[in-house]
């Protein structure tokens, strides 16, 4: 009997506390992947600036007659300087995905303590004001044991700490990149890419005008040939295509994704503090988490969209 | 050091960048355009080179690696408790089972008993 308010708050807390942290699982999962596509686009940019630093050094040694060699394919971007940026990228990768694991991890144990509980409370009901009520207590306290070892706040527990102690790490990492990437700074990967794209750029007008330059004593009529107007063309074609492979990544596109997985994340950390859960903090989280996501699948599809171009240029 | 670098790479920046104009522009006459191919190349060179070098320095941050290294201690300590919570998790589901199940049966002696 005494144990009935126990029993129904039990069946209470659990389905709320199994309600709380679920609504982290969609969002946390969201922004581990948009951390993944920003790991991917950094690490293809950077292979994207050695492709098209090697494009436009062949460019420059064909038209002035030099030798190409193995020491003219040097990495535009120190290797060891890419491995570090992504393995810290991989590691904030790595730890939301362990949050997501938190937030997903199976328990099924509101279950069997609710039946517990409820069976427990209809045998109290069945016993009531019999000669066996004696029995109650203690059955009621073996039930009540059982249910105190359940603690259906250990897994909001685990993931408040758990981004108390790692998003200060993920911030220093992000706060680090950013720096790096800043327009300006002389590490932007985005700015070395658009560089080199920019120096292919060059070399296919030179490329042009050397035609043009070839041409010039030409009559009008010589000039009009299908075969050199063909080749005109197709030269032209090929500054086209270097003029939209640079523009297709805007200047500031790596460091506004950062910038907003950092925000992604305070907003997380800040949400899963304790009493600051509303739907007001909760809908601010998830507008920053999509965001996130906007900037990192548009930083992927401008990285992966230059590798299609400087790909095409090799064949 | 590292600010005399900077503002190297600076002034280069802006070299090309006004010389990149003129040259990519189709209303520079032929030959001047042309003219301006080298100096382009040398100056890209020499931004490659200058970029290279801070690749270099930045690579070895040693905050970077740190910083890292502690996110790799938090992660894996939420491994560990995320398993040993499952774990525990596991044996309460089956020690509530099983009070369960006592209960159940003393429900039954219970209704043909009392």
Same mark, same amino acid.
Request: net charge neutral; proline share 3%.
């Given at each position: 009997?005494?144990?009935?308010?126990?029993?129904?708050?039990?069946?209470?807390?659990?389905?709320?506390?199994?309600?709380?942290?679920?609504?982290?699982?969609?969002?946390?999962?969201?922004?581990?992947?948009?951390?993944?596509?920003?790991?991917?686009?950094?690490?293809?940019?950077?292979?994207?600036?050695?492709?098209?630093?090697?494009?436009?050094?062949?460019?420059?040694?064909?038209?002035? &007659?030099?030798?190409?060699?193995?020491?003219?394919?040097?990495?535009?971007?120190?290797?060891?300087?890419?491995?570090?940026?992504?393995?810290?990228?991989?590691?904030?990768?790595?730890?939301?995905?362990?949050?997501?694991?938190?937030?997903?991890?199976?328990?099924?144990?509101?279950?069997?303590?609710?039946?517990?509980?409820?069976?427990?409370?209809?045998?109290?009901?069945?016993?009531?004001?019999?000669?066996?009520?004696?029995?109650?207590?203690?059955?009621?306290?073996?039930?009540?044991?059982?249910?105190?070892?359940?603690?259906?706040?250990?897994?909001? &527990?685990?993931?408040?700490?758990?981004?108390?102690?790692?998003?200060?790490?993920?911030?220093?990492?992000?706060?680090?990149?950013?720096?790096?990437?800043?327009?300006?700074?002389?590490?932007?990967?985005?700015?070395?890419?658009?560089?080199?794209?920019?120096?292919?750029?060059?070399?296919?007008?030179?490329?042009?005008?050397?035609?043009?330059?070839?041409?010039?004593?030409?009559?009008?009529?010589?000039?009009?040939?299908?075969?050199?107007?063909?080749?005109?063309?197709?030269?032209?074609?090929?500054?086209?295509?270097?003029?939209?492979?640079?523009?297709?990544?805007?200047?500031?596109?790596?460091?506004?994704?950062?910038?907003?997985?950092?925000?992604?994340?305070?907003?997380?950390?800040?949400?899963?503090?304790?009493?600051?859960? &509303?739907?007001?903090?909760?809908?601010?989280?998830?507008?920053?988490?999509?965001?996130?996501?906007?900037?990192?699948?548009?930083?992927?599809?401008?990285?992966?969209?230059?590798?299609?171009?400087?790909?095409?240029?090799?064949? | 050091?590292?600010?005399?670098?900077?503002?190297?790479?600076?002034?280069?920046?802006?070299?090309?960048?006004?010389?990149?104009?003129?040259?990519?522009?189709?209303?520079?006459?032929?030959?001047?355009?042309?003219?301006?191919?080298?100096?382009?190349?040398?100056?890209?060179?020499?931004?490659?080179?200058?970029?290279?070098?801070?690749?270099?320095?930045?690579?070895?941050?040693?905050?970077?690696?740190?910083?890292?290294?502690?996110?790799?201690?938090?992660?894996?300590?939420?491994?560990?408790?995320?398993?040993?919570?499952?774990?525990?998790?596991?044996?309460?589901?089956?020690?509530?089972?099983?009070?369960?199940?006592?209960?159940?049966?003393?429900?039954?002696?219970?209704?043909?008993?009392?």
């Amino acid at each position: 009997m005494r144990l009935a308010p126990l029993f129904f708050g039990a069946v209470i807390l659990s389905t709320t506390a199994c309600t709380s942290i679920q609504v982290y699982r969609e969002p946390v999962t969201q922004l581990s992947e948009a951390t993944q596509k920003t790991r991917e686009a950094i690490e293809t940019l950077s292979n994207d600036a050695t492709d098209a630093k090697i494009r436009a050094v062949a460019l420059n040694h064909a038209a002035t &007659s030099r030798r190409f060699g193995e020491n003219d394919m040097t990495p535009s971007i120190a290797p060891e300087y890419i491995k570090a940026r992504v393995a810290g990228l991989r590691m904030i990768e790595r730890f939301l995905t362990r949050l997501t694991e938190v937030v997903e991890a199976k328990d099924d144990v509101p279950k069997s303590v609710d039946a517990l509980a409820e069976d427990a409370k209809k045998l109290a009901d069945q016993l009531k004001n019999t000669k066996a009520s004696a029995y109650v207590e203690p059955v009621g306290g073996l039930a009540k044991a059982v249910i105190a070892l359940y603690d259906e706040t250990k897994r909001k &527990s685990i993931l408040e700490r758990g981004l108390r102690d790692g998003v200060p790490h993920a911030k220093q990492l992000i706060a680090i990149l950013k720096k790096e990437l800043a327009p300006g700074s002389a590490t932007d990967i985005g700015d070395v890419v658009k560089v080199e794209l920019k120096a292919v750029l060059v070399e296919r007008i030179a490329a042009y005008d050397r035609i043009l330059k070839s041409q010039e004593t030409l009559s009008a009529q010589e000039k009009n040939r299908a075969d050199l107007f063909e080749a005109r063309l197709a030269a032209i074609e090929k500054i086209i295509d270097a003029k939209a492979a640079h523009d297709r990544l805007s200047a500031d596109a790596a460091f506004n994704a950062l910038q907003s997985m950092e925000e992604a994340l305070d907003a997380l950390a800040s949400l899963a503090k304790q009493d600051n859960y &509303s739907p007001q903090t909760f809908a601010v989280f998830l507008n920053r988490v999509s965001l996130f996501s906007e900037r990192a699948v548009t930083l992927l599809e401008a990285a992966n969209a230059i590798r299609k171009v400087t790909n095409e240029a090799k064949k | 050091m590292a600010n005399e670098r900077e503002m190297l790479l600076e002034r280069v920046k802006r070299a090309i960048t006004v010389i990149q104009e003129v040259h990519n522009d189709s209303r520079t006459p032929l030959d001047v355009a042309m003219a301006l191919v080298d100096p382009l190349r040398q100056l890209t060179d020499l931004r490659r080179k200058l970029r290279e070098a801070e690749f270099q320095i930045a690579a070895n941050n040693p905050e970077y690696i740190a910083a890292a290294k502690a996110l790799g201690v938090v992660t894996d300590k939420l491994a560990e408790e995320i398993a040993a919570h499952q774990e525990h998790m596991k044996f309460l589901a089956d020690v509530a089972a099983a009070v369960d199940q006592v209960i159940k049966l003393a429900i039954a002696v219970a209704a043909v008993v009392v």
